[in-house]
């Protein structure tokens, strides 16, 4: 059936309000406008920014379509559109990259202010949604929902990979991948023989755990309530595992112990801003440094004792990796393509669609490092 400049009607996950259990529906999705392409999604992994939205901890439109990580092919592309054009297999992007703002043209940004994560308005780039159900508008989320069979999202956010991609995995690339690996080798630049602690070891600090090991990192601490993380942790380069609430002392304090003068880097990837304290804190106070990959809460505010900054610690926040999205993204599955990269152990489980709430209860119970939709 053809397509091209027609309103698609097929399934997506719809959120209706916020802790309300997501609901497999018939939407229509409309053709892509100009600088919009509409995309056939294959996979979508669920990332803990999903979670957080669908919890109410960012504050968000509701109803709408959650997921941001997400590969497809492309359906039909809008006017203007030249990057990618139908066929062509593509990742869509949480952070875009309009390659014309000022964190695009600044060699150290890639918060294009295009994004849509910081505040989320749940509409396009001209303030209007693709989505509608039982004719009532149904919000975007990032700029990038992927749990649906089809979306659309503006060119600036999706990018054209290799053609011989592993559609079925590779949507981790679109997002947690290089998140996590991107904040230890691109931000951090972890160095040999250094000592690292990672809070939070689901799928981001999971590839953060692989970025600190690829760079040499001789000791790897690995932080989280949940012990089911850790065999799979051990398997990544954790060689050492902490459960904080089976400790006696503060998780830092046991850190700092066990190093003597703290950790050289110290990663957040969990989202609350009680880790993100305690990773601060388990730095070393002259050069160590400390790097935020959670997300935290809308409404939430970070306080540390003040006089320590002057030791010379660094405390930086990262997102996406610090990857300028379109410029690096495709080089990483090329990457993960010639073997030079492994995601593989991170996709613990794939479901199909249909199979949603199980996907959720998967990611629920953190029995999967990434659970990934297949459509
Ligand atoms: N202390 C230690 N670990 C915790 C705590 C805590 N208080 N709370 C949760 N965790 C662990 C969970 O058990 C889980 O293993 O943090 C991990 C989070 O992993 P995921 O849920 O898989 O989330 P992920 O996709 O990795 O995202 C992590 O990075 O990009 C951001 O928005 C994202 O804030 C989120 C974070
Ligand atoms: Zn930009």
């Not at 919009?36 to 509701?62: A, P, Q, T, W, Y």
């Not at 703002?101 to 693709?130: E, I, W």
């Not at 804190?281 to 939430?300: E, K, R, T």
Request: a negative charge; one cysteine or more; charged letters at 20%.
């Amino acid at each position: 059936m053809n397509t091209l400049g027609k309103t698609i009607t097929c399934r997506a996950a719809i959120a209706w309000a916020k802790n309300s259990p997501l609901s497999i529906e018939e939407v229509q999705v409309e053709p892509p406008k100009s600088g919009e392409v509409r995309i056939k999604m294959i996979s979508s992994g669920i990332c803990g920014s999903d979670d957080h939205v669908l919890k109410g901890e960012l504050v968000v439109n509701f109803p709408l379509i959650p997921g941001h990580e997400g590969a497809g092919i492309v359906e039909s592309v809008g006017d203007g559109v030249c990057s990618m054009k139908p066929g062509d297999k593509v990742l869509i992007l949480i952070i875009p990259q309009c390659r014309e703002c000022d964190a695009c043209l600044h060699p150290k940004g890639n918060f294009c202010y295009k994004q849509d994560v910081l505040p989320c308005s749940g509409v396009m780039l001209d303030g209007t949604s693709r989505f509608s159900c039982r004719g009532q508008k149904i919000y975007h989320s990032f700029r990038t929902s992927s749990f649906t069979e089809y979306t659309v999202v503006p060119e600036i956010a999706a990018v054209k990979i290799d053609d011989a991609a592993p559609m079925d995995k590779v949507c981790l690339i679109s997002c947690g991948f290089p998140t996590g690996y991107g904040a230890a080798v691109n931000s951090a630049k972890v160095t040999p023989g250094s000592t690292c602690v990672v809070f939070g070891l689901g799928g981001v600090g999971s590839a953060i755990v692989m970025g600190c090991k690829a760079s040499g990192a001789s000791r790897i601490i690995g932080v989280d309530i949940n012990e089911e993380k850790f065999p799979r942790a051990r398997a990544l380069g954790v060689t050492d595992c902490l459960n904080p609430n089976k400790l006696e002392k503060p998780v830092q304090e046991v850190v700092m112990e066990m190093t003597g003068v703290g950790v050289d880097f110290a990663f957040e990837a969990i989202g609350l801003v009680d880790t993100m304290v305690a990773a601060w804190n388990s730095c070393n106070n002259s050069y160590g440094v400390c790097l935020i990959a959670g997300l935290a809460p809308s409404d939430a505010q970070l306080s540390l004792e003040a006089p320590k900054i002057l030791s010379g610690k660094t405390l930086k926040g990262v997102c996406l990796g610090d990857y300028k999205t379109r410029d690096c993204i495709p080089q990483i599955v090329t990457d993960y393509l010639q073997n030079k990269i492994n995601i593989d152990p991170l996709v613990t489980y794939q479901l199909p669609f249909n199979q949603l709430h199980e996907a959720l209860e998967l990611f629920h119970s953190g029995k999967a490092i990434r659970c990934v939709l297949l459509f």
